[in-house]
Structures are given as structure tokens and as C-alpha cells.
Nanobody, 124 residues
Framework: QVKLVESGGGSVQAGGSLRLSCVASGFTFTTYCMGWFRQVPGDDREGVAGIRSDGTTFYDDSVKGRFTISKDNAKNTLYLQMDSLKPEDTAMYYC??????????????????WGRGTQVTVSP
């Protein structure tokens, strides 16, 4: 049974940092593509960052230079380091996984498995 469990969310002031973690189980973590998405109530879920099985990374323009996606295959854990946080980064953040790495690493409809999310709140 596939399971994705996020942690690390919280409240921080603008300019601060947080590191999100996502522990994966129930599938071969090393071969899957992974992603981080975020959603604000009333808005669509948007892709933030993605990482292929070979380590290639992808970022939405809104977070480039501020967020870093990485993974530790030995720990079956995906990370999202978030620096220089802005109030507009406030959202529920979700971890996602898919078996095949295609040309759309930030498209939510291509992902199969999802975690339950962790809340990030950035105050001015």
C-alpha cells in the first residue's frame, strides 16, 4: 500500500525558512518521479517542484531560486527546502508520486499518489 506522509509545515515570518519532508512507503522510491504541490482554499492545486528518478529537478517560476527539492533514497524521503518565504507562499503543501517520469513534472493530473498535506503559513 502506497503511503506518503508530509511533515515540517508551520508558521514563519516573511524571509524565513522551512524544510518540508515526505516519507514514502509501499513502492520503489528510487524509480518514481516525485513532486511538491500547493493549494490555497478556493484555488487550483499548483505544481511547485518536481524531481525525476535520475535527480533532475524542475521548479515553478514563482519559487525558482528560493525553493530546493531533493530526495534521500536511503531514507525513502523527499524534501523541500523553502527559503526567503513570502506571504504568497502560504498554502497546504502536498507530496505526490508517479511511476513514469514524463514531460510534465509539475502537472497534478499526471500524479497517482498523494499525501494528506502539511500547512505552511507565512506572515508579513
Amino acid at each position: 500500500q502506497v503511503k506518503l506522509v508530509e511533515s515540517g509545515g508551520g508558521s514563519v515570518q516573511a524571509g524565513g525558512s522551512l524544510r518540508l519532508s515526505c516519507v514514502a512507503s509501499g513502492f520503489t522510491f528510487t524509480t518514481y518521479c516525485m513532486g511538491w504541490f500547493r493549494q490555497v482554499p478556493g484555488d487550483d492545486r499548483e505544481g511547485v517542484a518536481g524531481i525525476r528518478s535520475d535527480g533532475t529537478t524542475f521548479y515553478d517560476d514563482s519559487v525558482k531560486g528560493r525553493f530546493t527539492i531533493s530526495k534521500d533514497n536511503a531514507k525513502n524521503t523527499l524534501y523541500l527546502q523553502m527559503d526567503s518565504l513570502k506571504p504568497e507562499d502560504t498554502a497546504m503543501y502536498y507530496c505526490a508520486a508517479k511511476e513514469f517520469c514524463d514531460s510534465e513534472p509539475l502537472e497534478k493530473s499526471t500524479y497517482t499518489y498523494w499525501g494528506r498535506g502539511t500547512q505552511v503559513t507565512v506572515s508579513p
